[in-house]
């Protein structure tokens, strides 16, 4: 597995440095960004590689738990939609009610684009994610995050419903 975290780590770090110069515009409400609006944000800018603390395996998080509160995502867009904002405040909930639990937020990206962009894409779906759910009161020391861009399709196939379903982020409990 540190092998795949090194793979992934290297090909983000290579594929952000060829794509300096690409830029992503951002809305200005806080809940992510989106090509549509807003200022201008550096693809490689805030991006963080895998926030995985040493030694915790995102394999082995319980991704079945939360299964319900999945966040989906338009189209090159990381902004949480406020049809997705309930689910984010129901993990919230759970969060206070379990304070002893620790979340891997997984952001995923459908299969259009290149391995660095989506990588990319999906650590920022994460992050939106982790900070929509700081803004709820989440304890931030309970939240890791990980990009898997396309790697790991929720549905397979070339289409809008499988791109839809893939575009999201999820929520590992880490046992």
Known sequence: MKKYLYLIAATLTLGLAACSNSHKKIDGDGTGGTAGDGGTLPLDSNVAMNRLPDGVNPDSADYSVLQAYIVHFDFDSFT????????????????????????????????????????????RRAIATRDYLLGLGANSAALTTISYGKERPAQQGE????????????????R
Do not use: C, M
């Open 159 to 174: 289409n809008e419903s499988a791109w839809a379903a893939n575009r999201r982020a999820e929520f590992g409990v880490i």
């Open 80 to 123: 949480i939609k406020a049809s997705e904002r309930p689910k984010l405040e129901a993990v919230a909930k759970w969060l206070s009610e379990n304070p002893n639990a620790k979340l891997v937020i997984a952001g995923h990206t459908d299969s259009r684009g290149t391995i660095q962009y989506n990588v990319a894409l999906g650590e």
